[in-house]
């Protein structure tokens, strides 16, 4: 973590909870034990104290916090990996989320993939398929969506 990002956390924790409870020393001290952390943790963890504690926190709560944030953190990669690994999922996942795609185009590219997933269609088929749904896209998109 850097001096600078973590002066202004002890900055929003100071004003907060108040200068007496983050002497120069304890402040010292305190970076000396959390410095192995990013800036960023080090901001969601005060965040998520100042949002939930009503007293100071101060080594022991702000270590707990900080570990918490990094399983969050972990446990996002693991899930965003997972989808990676298992595109129909992400496929499914985007066709919620992605509102301005045409809604058949979508269904027809979940279903290219779980033909291949599936065996029903060769690499070679699902390949092709990919390229002409591809074309098409690009046709769609140079004539405009809807026009």
Same mark, same amino acid.
């Given at each position: 973590?850097?001096?600078?990002?973590?002066?202004?956390?002890?900055?929003?924790?100071?004003?907060?909870?108040?200068?007496?409870?983050?002497?120069?020393?304890?402040?010292?001290?305190?970076?000396?034990?959390?410095?192995?952390?990013?800036?960023? %943790?080090? #901001?969601? #963890?005060?965040?998520?104290?100042?949002?939930?504690?009503?007293?100071?926190?101060?080594?022991? %709560?702000?270590?707990?916090?900080?570990?918490?944030?990094?399983?969050?953190?972990?446990?996002?990669?693991?899930?965003?990996?997972?989808?990676?690994?298992?595109?129909?999922?992400?496929?499914?996942?985007?066709?919620?989320?992605?509102?301005?795609?045409?809604?058949?185009?979508?269904? #027809?590219?979940?279903?290219?993939?779980?033909?291949?997933?599936?065996?029903?269609?060769?690499?070679?088929?699902?390949?092709?398929?990919?390229?002409?749904?591809?074309?098409? #896209?690009?046709?769609?998109?140079?004539?405009?969506?809807?026009?």
């Amino acid at each position: 973590m850097t001096h600078q990002a973590y002066a202004k956390q002890i900055d929003r924790l100071k004003n907060a909870y108040g200068d007496k409870n983050y002497a120069p020393e304890r402040i010292k001290t305190l970076f000396t034990r959390l410095s192995a952390w990013t800036d960023e %943790e080090f #901001a969601i #963890a005060v965040d998520n104290q100042i949002a939930k504690s009503r007293s100071a926190p101060l080594g022991e %709560e702000l270590l707990e916090e900080l570990e918490l944030v990094r399983k969050q953190k972990q446990a996002d990669y693991y899930n965003t990996f997972s989808k990676i690994n298992n595109p129909e999922e992400l496929m499914h996942e985007a066709a919620n989320v992605n509102q301005t795609a045409d809604p058949e185009f979508v269904k #027809a590219c979940i279903k290219l993939l779980a033909d291949k997933n599936s065996g029903k269609i060769s690499m070679k088929q699902f390949l092709e398929g990919c390229d002409f749904l591809d074309d098409t #896209a690009k046709k769609i998109k140079k004539r405009g969506w809807g026009k």
